[in-house]
């Protein structure tokens, strides 16, 4: 298959090029680097070191396994650069990672949010265009999140629930109620892109993937030049990769407020084999479909637990603190998240276990030396804006 890999140089989406690349597609990926000019700018970087450009992470990958990946370097937000790419590749399906994702980031301030929801909102419409107008078959498998779901006191079903209201009923998109200008970027994606199936015939998968942790892939293991990043600064890293990190350095692990906020994680390996899945197995023309995409749910305290006893396990000490917590979300919740649809496809969860967690350590280890300790706790707190109000 054709497969147009957008944000091809982060986290997962660099994983998912050699990943398919590997499963004998045909892969291009795209990238403006945003994600490592955030880093600049924040002066933080990826833990594990990564090649210098995706045309070198290409060429390592070339030498290593003697097949190609394509790339193009430019950004999303420009039309006519997503329009050249769409009529020189044809993607047959298209993996759009490519977004601004962090939920911290988006809360900085007015020009973050701001930023956020442009650069997101405007990429994913320019898709939506390039797909109606030059490959219009073709099938979008975009990462969503389950934070658009927020945490309701009811079930979360999985994209669409039946209300039956004064005695009628239908089955409409599942109520969204995000924690942040990041999270509601993608709660505007995912109207957009339902819009964009009903309107144009566009076939899509909305994945809404829970936070993914892990450093490793069969891929990444081939050759030390293809590392996929691994952030643990407290903009870019998420929960668990950072817990692993605090664990290895003796950080206390830092538990936002009372710790119970639960939500789904899955491990890196999970994303790459439930992106594959929806690849395989592409909606009908017009079909707007959701998948969540998480295999186990816990909360922050229960994670914080697991670490601690992976770590003492593994010869080291660390216990958790309940700093203050910078975000505005509750802290003791129901939470109970259906996400059968990739499982009834085939997924195969790689569950979270003390084993998995100590070999997380192993490869942190090898890196501890670039850890910057002093972008860890957390600064950026979304009573921010109010804060400065109150100073005025
Ligand atoms: P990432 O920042 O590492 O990857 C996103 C990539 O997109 C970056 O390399 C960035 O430079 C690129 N990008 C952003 N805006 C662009 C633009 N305008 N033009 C070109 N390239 C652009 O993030 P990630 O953790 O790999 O996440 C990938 C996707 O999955 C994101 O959409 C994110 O919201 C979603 N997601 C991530 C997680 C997680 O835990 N990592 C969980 C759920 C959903
Ligand atoms: N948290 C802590 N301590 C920390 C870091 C986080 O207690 O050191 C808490 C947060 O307060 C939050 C939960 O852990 O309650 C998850 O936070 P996170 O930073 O791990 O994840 P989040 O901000 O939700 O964002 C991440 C990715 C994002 C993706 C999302 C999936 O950065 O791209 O969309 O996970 S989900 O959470 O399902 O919406």
Same mark, same amino acid.
């Given at each position: 298959?054709?497969?147009l890999?957008?944000?091809g140089?982060?986290?997962?989406?660099w994983?998912t090029a050699?990943?398919?690349?590997?499963r #004998?597609?045909e892969?291009h990926t795209?990238?403006?680097?945003?994600?490592?000019r955030? %880093?600049e700018?924040?002066?933080?970087?990826?833990?594990?070191?990564?090649?210098?450009s995706?045309p070198?992470r290409a060429?390592?990958?070339?030498?290593v396994?003697g097949?190609e990946?394509?790339?193009?370097?430019?950004d999303?937000?420009?039309?006519?650069l997503?329009?050249?790419v769409f009529?020189e590749?044809?993607?047959?399906a298209?993996?759009?990672?490519?977004?601004?994702?962090s939920?911290p980031?988006?809360m900085?301030d007015r020009?973050h949010?701001?930023?956020?929801?442009?650069?997101?909102?405007?990429?994913t419409l320019?898709?939506?265009f390039?797909?109606a107008?030059?490959t219009?078959?073709?099938h979008?498998?975009?990462?969503?999140?389950?934070?658009e779901y #927020?945490?309701?006191?009811i079930d979360?079903e999985?994209?669409f629930?039946?209300?039956?209201h004064?005695g009628r009923?239908d089955v409409?998109?599942f109520?969204k109620m995000?924690?942040?200008f990041? +999270?509601?970027?993608?709660?505007?994606?995912?109207?957009n892109?339902?819009?964009a199936c009903r309107?144009?015939?566009?076939?899509a998968?909305?994945?809404n993937?829970?936070?993914?942790?892990?450093?490793?892939?069969?891929?990444?293991?081939?050759d030390?030049?293809?590392v996929t990043?691994?952030d643990?600064?407290e903009l870019?890293g998420?929960a668990?990769?950072r817990?692993?990190?605090?664990?290895?350095?003796?950080?206390?692990?830092?538990?936002?407020?009372k710790?119970?906020q639960?939500?789904?994680?899955?491990n890196i390996v999970?994303?790459l084999q439930?992106v594959?899945?929806?690849?395989?197995n592409p909606?009908a023309e017009?079909?707007?479909?959701v998948?969540n995409?998480f295999?186990?749910?816990?909360?922050i305290?229960?994670l914080?637990e697991?670490?601690r006893?992976?770590?003492? +396990? %593994? #010869?080291?000490?660390?216990?958790?603190v309940h700093?203050e917590?910078?975000?505005v979300?509750?802290?003791e %919740?129901?939470?109970n998240a259906?996400?059968?649809?990739?499982?009834?496809? #085939?997924?195969?969860?790689?569950?979270?276990?003390?084993?998995?967690?100590e070999?997380?350590?192993?490869?942190?280890?090898?890196y501890?030396?670039r850890v910057?300790?002093d972008?860890?706790?957390p600064?950026t707190s979304w009573?921010g804006?109010l804060r400065?109000r109150?100073?005025?």
């Amino acid at each position: 298959m054709r497969i147009l890999i957008l944000g091809g140089d982060g986290y997962l989406g660099w994983a998912t090029a050699m990943y398919l690349s590997r499963r #004998g597609h045909e892969i291009h990926t795209v990238d403006n680097y945003l994600r490592r000019r955030m %880093h600049e700018e924040n002066g933080t970087d990826s833990l594990t070191p990564i090649l210098e450009s995706l045309p070198a992470r290409a060429r390592a990958w070339k030498e290593v396994t003697g097949l190609e990946i394509g790339v193009t370097e430019g950004d999303l937000t420009d039309w006519e650069l997503v329009q050249r790419v769409f009529e020189e590749f044809q993607p047959e399906a298209i993996v759009h990672y490519g977004e601004m994702p962090s939920a911290p980031y988006s809360m900085i301030d007015r020009d973050h949010a701001v930023f956020t929801q442009t650069n997101n909102v405007v990429n994913t419409l320019n898709v939506l265009f390039a797909m109606a107008e030059i490959t219009p078959e073709a099938h979008l498998v975009k990462l969503g999140t389950m934070g658009e779901y #927020g945490t309701p006191n009811i079930d979360i079903e999985e994209g669409f629930i039946e209300i039956h209201h004064n005695g009628r009923s239908d089955v409409l998109p599942f109520p969204k109620m995000p924690g942040s200008f990041y +999270h509601l970027s993608k709660v505007h994606d995912s109207h957009n892109i339902h819009f964009a199936c009903r309107i144009w015939g566009l076939r899509a998968t909305d994945l809404n993937q829970g936070v993914v942790y892990g450093i490793e892939t069969e891929e990444t293991k081939l050759d030390e030049r293809l590392v996929t990043r691994f952030d643990y600064d407290e903009l870019f890293g998420t929960a668990l990769n950072r817990f692993c990190v605090q664990a290895v350095i003796g950080h206390p692990l830092t538990a936002y407020g009372k710790g119970g906020q639960t939500r789904g994680y899955l491990n890196i390996v999970d994303t790459l084999q439930c992106v594959e899945l929806a690849l395989l197995n592409p909606p009908a023309e017009g079909e707007y479909r959701v998948f969540n995409q998480f295999t186990e749910q816990f909360s922050i305290n229960e994670l914080a637990e697991l670490v601690r006893q992976a770590a003492l +396990h %593994h #010869g080291l000490k660390v216990e958790p603190v309940h700093v203050e917590n910078p975000r505005v979300e509750a802290e003791e %919740h129901y939470y109970n998240a259906k996400h059968t649809k990739l499982l009834d496809l #085939g997924l195969k969860p790689h569950l979270l276990s003390e084993t998995l967690i100590e070999s997380m350590f192993a490869t942190i280890e090898r890196y501890k030396d670039r850890v910057i300790v002093d972008r860890i706790a957390p600064r950026t707190s979304w009573r921010g804006v109010l804060r400065s109000r109150v100073r005025r």
